[in-house]
């Protein structure tokens, strides 16, 4: 560990966040924590983590903080709003954002907490559920070259990959290409299975065929079984990723590159959410094409 950074206050702790601030404390670090709700953070507490009531308090007393948020106003509410940690950041304190948000939010976020000398770093992290709790998390970083050894100790206890893929915003922006590559993968799975269903193809036998060969993917691994299974249970959430591809899809407008097939994947992803579903999995578009052939 880090001697200089050994507590470390951790905002968010969802589906992803929760697992994150676990292996960081096992690792030995002390963990304050803040979460909108205080009760989906009550196991953290009950391994050791000490409760802060506001994102202020969480920064106070710690040598770095992490926030892993929904999405951008959660992000720009926890580090700039009233009780946030702006109001108690000092000189060198610095923040890691692991969630997925805007890059040019991002930008303007850094450059705030600057004004008080915080360092900040976009690390937004790939891998799921799965990849949060083993600690394999692959992490795209954007930040002050200079300042990496500094977070490396911390961010190697949650990840396996890390990646410095430029300066602050750089971080965000390849965690964009990377949704745009993931959704794809999932549409492919949603869309193979139900045409295998519909041409009476045995399911088991099916998935066990495609991931001996060349249509083997992380997410064909462990989606895969839970759509054969009917478990809509989120590793990801539908509205979550509608909310990344609206934020892919503005700035893919804004640069000029069109992304057809991702306008699709949205749309698709739209109509479970109108159904009331923006909180089952992504792996649940498997009955919107499924619904479609009959």
Excluded at 59 to 84: E, I, K, R
Excluded at 222 to 247: R, Y
Excluded at 280 to 290: P, R, S
Aim: with cysteine; glycine share 10%; charged share 15%.
């Amino acid at each position: 560990m880090a001697e200089s950074r050994k507590t470390i206050g951790f905002i968010g702790t969802g589906i992803m966040g929760a697992p994150m601030a676990a292996n960081l404390l096992k690792a030995g670090y002390q963990v304050i924590v803040h979460n909108r709700t205080k009760s989906r953070a009550q196991p953290l507490l009950d391994q050791g983590a000490v409760w802060a009531e506001t994102p202020a308090q969480a920064a106070a007393g710690a040598d770095a903080v992490m926030t892993c948020l929904p999405n951008t106003p959660d992000v720009q509410q926890v580090l700039l709003g009233p009780s946030g940690v702006y109001e108690t950041a000092r000189q060198g304190l610095i923040c890691i954002d692991t969630s997925t948000i805007c890059p040019d939010a991002t930008r303007k976020i850094a450059a705030q907490l600057g004004q008080k000398g915080v360092i900040f770093f976009d690390a937004p992290v790939s891998g799921g559920q799965i990849g949060a709790i083993e600690g394999k998390l692959s992490i795209m970083i954007g930040g002050p070259r200079e300042h990496l050894e500094t977070i490396r100790p911390i961010l190697e206890v949650v990840g396996r990959t890390l990646t410095h893929c430029g300066p602050v915003g750089f971080g965000q922006m390849t965690k964009l290409v990377n949704q745009v590559m993931i959704i794809h993968t999932i549409v492919s799975i949603a869309e193979g299975l139900a045409f295998a269903k519909k041409a009476g193809l045995n399911l088991e036998t099916t998935l066990s065929a495609v991931l001996a060969g060349a249509a083997y993917s992380h997410s064909l691994k462990h989606l895969g079984p839970k759509i054969l299974a009917g478990d809509w249970k989120p590793a990801f959430k539908v509205d979550l990723q509608i909310k990344d591809l609206n934020i892919i899809l503005d700035y893919a407008q804004r640069i000029g590159q069109p992304l057809p097939a991702t306008a699709l994947a949205r749309e698709l992803l739209s109509i479970l959410s109108a159904r009331g579903r923006g909180q089952d999995g992504t792996q649940a578009l498997f009955e919107v094409i499924e619904q479609m052939g009959k």
